[in-house]
C-alpha cells in the first residue's frame, strides 16, 4: 500500500479548491463537467464527502440502502465555500476517530475504512482540477498523489459497473493497453500499468483478487497499446479531463482500442 496520507491530503486538496471558489463567479460553466457550474461542483463535491463521512461513522459492512444526508445546504451561492470547508473539517474528525484498517464495505477492491478516505481525495482532487479549468487555470497535481490516483481508478474501475454502464464493454480477446508515467520509476507499480481485456471482462496485471500486489516481473512486453504520460496527465486522461489526442500524450500502438476505452472508462 502507499504511504500517502489520504486524510491530509483530502484537506489539502479541498483547501485548493475552496481557494479556487472563494472570489469566482458560482454561475460559471465547468466545461469538464457539462451542464453544472462552480455551485453545482461544489454542492457535489461537499456533498460526497459528507455521504462518505456518514459511511465511515457507521462503518458499514453491507451495501447502504439509502443515501440520505442532512447536507445543511447554504442558503445563498456564495455560502458554498464555507460549505465545503466544514464538510472536509467533519471528514478529518471521522478520519481521526475511526480506525481505517478496519474491515468495512466498499464498492471497490479494499474492504476497510481505507477505502473511502482514498475514493474522497481523488473525487476532491479531480473537482479542484474540474474548478481550476473552467477559471482558465491550469491545474497543478502533485506527481506521487497523481500516480497513486491512477492505481486508485484503475484497480477499483472493474468494480463500478453499477454507476458507469460502459465498463460492460470492455472486454477483448486477450488486448492489452499500457499506462506508463513519464514522470517517475516506470519499473514499479507506481510508474506502469497494464490493462488486460479478456472476453469476460478486464483487470490490471500484477494484482491480486483483492486489488493489490506489484508485478514483480515489471513493465514485460509491449501492449497492443499504450500511453506514456507524466502522472498527472494520465490521472487527468483516465477521468476524461485531457482528449487523447493531446500533445501531451505519446499515444502508441492501436489507436481505436485506446478510443474504446477512454470512451467506456471514465466515471
Known amino acids: 500500500?502507499?504511504?500517502?496520507?489520504?486524510?491530509?491530503?483530502?484537506?489539502?486538496?479541498?483547501?485548493?479548491?475552496?481557494?479556487?471558489?472563494?472570489?469566482?463567479?458560482?454561475?460559471?460553466?465547468?466545461?469538464t463537467c457539462p451542464g453544472w457550474t462552480l455551485t453545482d461542483l461544489t454542492r457535489h463535491t461537499g456533498s460526497v464527502q459528507r455521504w462518505f463521512t456518514v459511511l465511515l461513522r457507521q462503518r458499514i459492512q453491507q451495501p447502504p440502502r439509502?443515501?440520505?444526508?442532512?447536507?445543511?445546504?447554504?442558503?445563498?451561492?456564495?455560502?458554498?465555500?464555507?460549505?465545503?470547508?466544514?464538510?472536509?473539517?467533519e471528514a478529518g474528525a471521522a478520519f481521526a476517530e475511526t480506525d481505517l484498517d478496519a474491515p468495512m464495505w466498499a464498492w471497490g477492491a479494499d474492504q476497510h475504512a481505507r477505502f473511502w478516505v482514498r475514493r474522497m481525495l481523488f473525487e476532491t482532487l479531480v473537482h479542484r482540477a474540474d474548478a481550476e479549468l473552467a477559471l482558465g487555470r491550469t491545474p497543478a497535481l502533485d506527481?506521487?498523489?497523481?500516480?497513486?490516483?491512477?492505481?486508485?481508478?484503475?484497480?477499483?474501475?472493474?468494480?463500478?459497473?453499477?454507476f458507469a454502464p460502459g465498463i460492460a464493454e470492455l472486454r477483448g480477446a486477450d488486448r492489452t493497453?499500457?499506462?506508463?508515467?513519464?514522470?517517475?520509476?516506470?519499473?514499479?507499480?507506481?510508474?506502469?500499468?497494464?490493462?488486460?481485456?479478456?472476453?469476460?471482462?478486464?483487470?490490471?496485471?500484477?494484482?491480486?483478487?483483492?486489488?493489490?500486489?506489484?508485478?514483480?516481473?515489471?513493465?514485460?512486453p509491449e501492449a497492443d497499446a499504450t500511453v506514456r504520460a507524466s502522472a498527472a496527465d494520465l490521472?487527468?486522461?483516465?477521468?476524461?479531463r485531457l482528449d487523447l489526442a493531446s500533445a501531451r500524450l505519446d499515444v502508441r500502438g492501436d489507436e481505436e482500442l485506446l478510443a474504446h476505452w477512454c470512451a467506456n472508462s471514465a466515471f
Open 1 to 31: 500500500m502507499t504511504t500517502i496520507d489520504h486524510g491530509a491530503a483530502v484537506a489539502a486538496e479541498t483547501a485548493r479548491l475552496v481557494a479556487a471558489l472563494q472570489d469566482a463567479d458560482p454561475t460559471t460553466p465547468v466545461p
Open 66 to 89: 439509502s443515501r440520505e444526508v442532512d447536507l445543511r445546504l447554504p442558503a445563498a451561492p456564495d455560502g458554498y465555500p464555507a460549505w465545503l470547508a466544514e464538510a472536509a473539517a
Open 143 to 162: 506527481p506521487e498523489l497523481a500516480a497513486d490516483g491512477v492505481s486508485e481508478f484503475l484497480t477499483n474501475l472493474p468494480f463500478a459497473a453499477f
Open 177 to 220: 493497453i499500457r499506462f506508463t508515467r513519464t514522470d517517475g520509476n516506470a519499473t514499479d507499480a507506481d510508474g506502469d500499468w497494464l490493462i488486460r481485456l479478456r472476453p469476460d471482462g478486464f483487470g490490471l496485471d500484477g494484482f491480486g483478487p483483492d486489488g493489490f500486489g506489484l508485478d514483480a516481473d515489471g513493465p514485460g
Open 235 to 240: 490521472l487527468l486522461l483516465l477521468y476524461g
